[in-house]
């Protein structure tokens, strides 16, 4: 039963944030430390942590979005940039720690070392397969041949000729054995035909050992999903061979032209598309009957810590309230879309409760904002860092024009968002494991071995305004009286 009708607020009136809930205490089997987070973010995308970075251009870029994959999470690269900047953005991801990389750099036998050191300079690389004009491999040389060589030299004179290679089907531990066998770095994947196919690295594959909660795709590269406007389906289309999801990024996705428009994309890319942001029965109920293809519902309106919408426009659909109103909707339908609730989370009791409502992960700006990763501004003010943050919606977010069409057309142009200075918090991986230590220990104490259980499990109730008043004499740091 969804927790609206738990509750008996299915009829009522009243909309509700996460400071109007607390979980109930309740027996629980296994120690905190072995509670799985395992969820999903969309329904072809299983996360080991429900942690989602908005996509926002002072929060996700490549750098956020490889934290987040290799700590189990996963990034929304952000939208307000040229095609080509998301697309790098996308592909840097899925460069960071691909197993076996397909866009190898490669030289000719005719080509010469110095032309060989050079390539290898521009690209950062320390070695090159050697491929002849039908791209069969007949070599490979390394930074080493080449710094013991004359720079006029033909690379087929300089390279090693007996190369040990791979096919396609082995696995990163087999890599890993033949390249300490040989002592090698570099391991040729070719095809039958001694074609090469792909490139496996040491240092790709002795990373993934590194993060064993990161969230790979089939080729072993980091997920990474993307933000798009349902009305480029240009964008659309460069992005969906690379990324794990697009996600429709409009702030009000109950409207007939943003329907149609995701309808006919989601009929022309083939990964999962996430739609929102919705906040409302009649919304979604609406948008999945009307397209086919919805892996994941992005809920809440007008909670995030830099929105004004609400303060605007006194619309909105707080985040807690619009995860369990989907929770309801999809359970009357029988279906089981992932629900990300997105906006206003401060801290992982915020995330336990909105997955005790329904949610599958909770999607955060503010949370991320600050840290390292994050491609906004550090500032030094009076003494101490801080990170600039801004909503979509902003003044100067909508300066760069790329994804003003998040918000309504209309004759004059309305901020929905404001900017500010966040505290500096360090690197994003310290957040995302404090984040979910802290979640195994709501969980813990809700008695939930897992996500899926705080989903049915969990009990919650309201809170009086003095349930739990505290000590008034004391003095906490940084307070004064
Ligand atoms: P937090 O609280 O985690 O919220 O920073 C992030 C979410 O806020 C949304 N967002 C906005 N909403 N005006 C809005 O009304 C804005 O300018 C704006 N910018 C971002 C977005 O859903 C994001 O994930």
């Known amino acids: 039963?969804?927790?609206l009708k738990e509750l008996g607020l299915e009829e009522s009136n009243l909309v509700f944030g996460f400071d109007d809930f607390i979980l109930l205490p309740s027996y629980i089997s296994i120690e905190p430390s072995d509670i799985s987070l395992n969820t999903k973010f969309s329904l072809n995308n299983d996360l080991n942590v429900p942690f989602v970075s908005s996509p926002m251009d002072t929060v996700t870029e490549a750098e956020m979005a490889i934290t987040l994959a290799r700590n189990g999470g996963i990034g929304v690269i952000h939208r307000n940039c040229s095609i080509e900047e998301q697309l790098a953005q996308v592909k840097r991801v899925k460069r960071a720690e691909s197993f076996i990389i397909k866009d190898v750099v490669t030289i000719n036998p005719e080509a010469?070392?110095?032309?060989?050191?050079?390539?290898m300079e521009e690209h950062g690389i320390s070695g090159l397969p050697v491929v002849d004009e039908s791209n069969k491999l007949v070599g490979i040389i390394t930074g080493r041949d080449v710094r013991f060589a004359s720079y006029e030299l033909k690379v087929k004179d300089a390279m090693t000729k007996d190369v040990i290679v791979a096919d396609e089907s082995i696995t990163p531990e087999e890599s890993i054995d033949l390249m300490r066998k040989y002592r090698i770095e570099?391991?040729?994947?070719?095809?039958?035909?001694?074609?090469?196919?792909?490139?496996?690295t040491y240092k790709d594959v002795s990373h993934r050992g590194m993060y064993k909660d990161a969230v790979r795709d089939k080729m072993g590269r980091l997920k990474v999903a993307a933000a798009i406007s349902p009305f480029d389906l240009e964008r659309a289309l460069a992005l969906e061979?690379?990324?794990?999801?697009?996600?429709i990024d409009v702030a009000h996705f109950h409207n007939e032209n943003v329907i149609s428009a995701t309808k006919?994309?989601?009929e022309q890319v083939s990964c999962d598309v996430v739609i929102g942001n919705l906040g409302s029965r009649e919304g979604i109920i609406d948008s999945i009957s009307k397209i086919d293809k919805v892996a994941?519902?992005?809920v809440g309106i007008g909670g995030g810590s830099v929105c004004t919408t609400t303060q605007i426009t006194r619309a909105g659909s707080p985040t807690l309230y619009a995860v369990a109103v989907a929770?309801?909707?999809?359970?009357e339908l029988g279906m089981d879309i992932p629900i990300i609730a997105d906006g206003g989370i401060r801290n992982a009791g915020d995330i336990a409760l909105a997955i005790a409502f329904g949610a599958s992960s909770a999607m955060m700006g503010y949370m991320f904002a600050g840290c390292k990763e994050s491609p906004a501004p550090l500032m030094m003010l009076g003494g101490r860092y801080y990170k600039l943050h801004r909503g979509m919606g902003s003044l100067s977010a909508r300066q760069k024009r790329l994804s003003v069409d998040r918000y309504a057309k209309l004759p004059k142009e309305i901020p929905e968002g404001t900017e500010a200075w966040i505290p500096y918090k360090g690197e994003a991986s310290n957040v995302i494991k404090e984040l979910a230590s802290a979640l195994r220990a709501a969980m813990g104490y809700a008695g939930a071995r897992n996500i899926k259980e705080l989903q049915t499990k969990a009990k919650v109730k309201r809170v009086s305004p003095?349930?739990?008043?505290?000590?008034?004499?004391?003095?906490?740091?940084?307070?004064?009286?």
């Open 241 to 247: 061979k690379y990324v794990d999801a697009l996600v």
């Open 264 to 266: 006919k994309l989601t």
């Open 296 to 298: 994941g519902l992005r």
């Open 112 to 119: 010469t070392v110095g032309e060989a050191a050079k390539i």
């Open 466 to 481: 003095s349930a739990f008043s505290r000590a008034s004499d004391l003095l906490f740091p940084g307070e004064s009286r």
């Open 327 to 331: 929770r309801e909707c999809l359970d």
């Open 186 to 200: 570099k391991l040729p994947v070719v095809d039958k035909d001694g074609k090469l196919i792909g490139l496996i």
């Open 1 to 3: 039963m969804g927790k």
